[in-house]
Every structure is written in C-alpha cells, then in structure tokens.
C-alpha cells in the first residue's frame, strides 16, 4: 500500500508545479491576515469575479486570448472595484459587504453581457477559470508569481508597524501622521495584483480558499498579528502540500482539493482549539453555569441559615425557582464539596470553603452582580 503510493507520487510529482504552488500560496496567504482583520473578506470573492470584465474588455481590443493585456485590464478592474467599493463604504454610509455585493453584481453583470453578446464564438473554459489548470501549470508561470510575492513581503516588512495601527485603530494612525489612504489603498492594489495574477494561474477558488482560510485558522490560534501572519503562512502550505499529494493520490482536481483541505483545517481549530474552540466554549459554559448555580445556592443558604433545615430548604427552594432535580443535586454537590456541613442545631450552614468558593466567584467579573445582593 505504501510502496505502490510513493509510486504513484514518484511518477505523477512535477517540481515545476509544486514550486508554483507553493509561491502562489505563500503571495495569497501573505495578505490574508489583513484582509480578515479589516473584515474585508469579501473583496477577494469580488475581485475573482469582477476580473471577467476587465479580462473581456481588452480581449475585444486585442483579439487575442494570450494577450498580456488581458492580465492588465484584469488588475485594472480589480483596483476599480477597490476603488468603488470604498468610496461607497465611505459615502454611501453602507457596511463593506453590502458596497462589495453592489459592486461586483454591477462589474460581473456588464461581463456577462458583453459575452453574450459580443464574444460569442470565443469559448470560455468555466472549469479553467474557477478550478485552474494546476495539473497544467508551466515553469514560467514562477515569472509571473514570484515578483509579486517579493513586493508582498517588502510591503509587509516596511509598513508592518503601520499597517497594524491602521487595522486596529485607523484614527489612531492619522493621528500619529502616516496616511491611511496611502496605507488602505497601497494594501489593497497589492491584493488586488495577486488576485488576478494568482487567479490566472491556479483558478479563483484556490484563490480565494488559500487567501482567506489560512488567516482565519491562524486567528483561532492565536491573538499577536505577526505570529498570525507566519502562522498563516506555514497553514496555507501544509494545506497546499496536502492537497497537492492527495490530489496525485486521488486522481482528482488538485485546486478544489486545497480549497476542502483548508475548510477541514479550519473546521477542526474551530473545534479543537484549545482556548476558543467549540468544545472548550462547551465545556467553559457548562463549568460557568455549575458555578453560577452553585453560588446562587450557597448566597441563598448563607442569608437563610438561621431558620430550621425544612424551612430553610423549602424557603430558598421556592425563591431560586428551581425545580427538585437541580436542587437536589446542587444540595448534594455542595455536601461534596463541603462547602456547607450541619451545625449543632442540624441547621445547614456555609464551611470555610464556601465562603472562601463565594469570595473568589464575586471576585469574578462574571459575578461582580452578587456582591451586594440581598435575597
């Protein structure tokens, strides 16, 4: 088994296209972080789209599929719908995904009516332009991707101090004098020129999943904007490489399978992760909700505990509302933990641990509401 799948990589690999794919993906990954930050997610989404139109518009003025002006008109549609997209986000007072949606339908919508109507007999490889042809990518394409990488990266190591206070506090940047124009629209022209020259190369899908995904899984990871960024980086090539080799393994489309790759790696930290993950929200829910029972009790029991045992019980199980089974098994946990024993009366009275359990939890901010409550 093992010996006919090193086989079967061995035949299949091509270096060429693992270079590719891994520049394109470290040039995608390199600006994802920022983007998900800025909540600007959907502007990759928008440009793979909105490209067509750019891409149409210079075909109908060259005549020619393999024109390099096809790329030029795709950078200079994507940097319109930058463009348009802030000024109606800064003018038209509307949220960034509502400027974006308007946009590209606009964009989108003129390219495809274009093509029906005057680019006919051209035909259009829909699996090429939304899959790529990564199977078929050729050594020179590395002309095209690794450029932009190298500005992506001394983009990043120049105004890395400025881009993270533009991100976090925009005011705050203007303020210490850089300009946030500058920084805002510098930031998404480069996003906007590895778009379209990723998208080329690899298919908008690939682009999008290797652009997005990796930032949002290194978000989960952790909360220091430089460690996300390298931590994307290395996410976006072990879902690259896994796609890749499974892709050869599977005989299936290597881009698509990147793109499942990177949503299976996102779906586990979001589950997994051991500080914010689902299961650890789960389970901090569930220990914040005994606690909080727990405290009601012993603060019901602490103001209640002069009065007989039946009384007592039957008083503070009627004001906490509670309904036998939640009771009594607060009642039990309580005697485990001694935090309430019986005194020489066979009243129940709150021990030193609990006490010392209703200091510490009003200490909390979660349960500041307690301190001065009078039941």
Not at 274 to 286: D, F, L, P, V
Not at 328 to 336: P, V
């Amino acid at each position: 088994m093992i010996i006919q799948f090193l086989n079967k990589i061995a035949t299949k690999f091509e270096w060429d296209v693992f270079l590719i794919l891994t520049i394109t993906s470290l040039a995608l990954a390199s600006l994802g972080i920022f983007l998900v930050l800025k909540k600007m997610t959907m502007t990759v989404d928008a440009i793979s789209h909105t490209v067509l139109l750019g891409i149409v518009l210079a075909f109908l003025i060259t005549k020619n599929l393999n024109s390099p002006l096809l790329i030029i008109g795709a950078i200079l549609t994507g940097l319109i719908t930058v463009i348009f997209t802030e000024i109606l986000k800064k003018h038209a007072q509307i949220s960034s995904d509502g400027a974006i949606n308007i946009i590209l339908t606009f964009l989108f919508s003129i390219a495809i009516i274009i093509i029906n109507n005057y680019t006919r007999n051209v035909h259009i490889d829909t699996d090429a332009v939304f899959l790529g042809n990564v199977e078929l990518i050729h050594i020179k394409q590395i002309y095209k991707i690794f450029p932009i990488l190298i500005i992506n990266i001394i983009y990043i190591f120049l105004f890395f101090k400025e881009i993270k206070i533009f991100i976090f506090d925009p005011c705050l940047c203007a303020l210490l004098g850089f300009s946030t124009i500058i920084i805002n629209y510098l930031l998404m022209t480069l996003v906007s020129v590895t778009v379209v020259v990723c998208f080329d190369i690899v298919g908008s899908i690939m682009v999008i999943s290797c652009m997005i995904g990796p930032a949002m899984t290194a978000i989960l990871l952790t909360s220091n904007l430089l460690s996300g960024f390298l931590l994307s980086l290395w996410i976006s090539l072990i879902n690259t490489y896994l796609g890749y080799f499974l892709g050869i393994l599977w005989d299936i489309p290597i881009a698509s399978l990147i793109a499942i790759i990177t949503l299976i790696h996102f779906l586990l930290v979001l589950i997994c992760e051991k500080r914010k993950g689902i299961i650890m929200t789960i389970i901090q829910n569930h220990k914040h909700k005994k606690n909080l029972l727990m405290l009601n009790l012993l603060i019901h029991l602490e103001n209640h505990q002069n009065q007989p045992f039946k009384k007592q019980l039957t008083i503070i199980q009627k004001d906490l509302q509670w309904n036998n089974k939640i009771f009594n098994k607060c009642i039990e946990q309580a005697f485990k933990n001694n935090y309430i024993i019986y005194n020489k009366n066979n009243q129940i009275t709150i021990s030193l641990f609990g006490k010392n359990f209703i200091k510490s939890q009003q200490q909390n901010n979660n349960f500041l509401y307690f301190k001065n409550k009078k039941c």
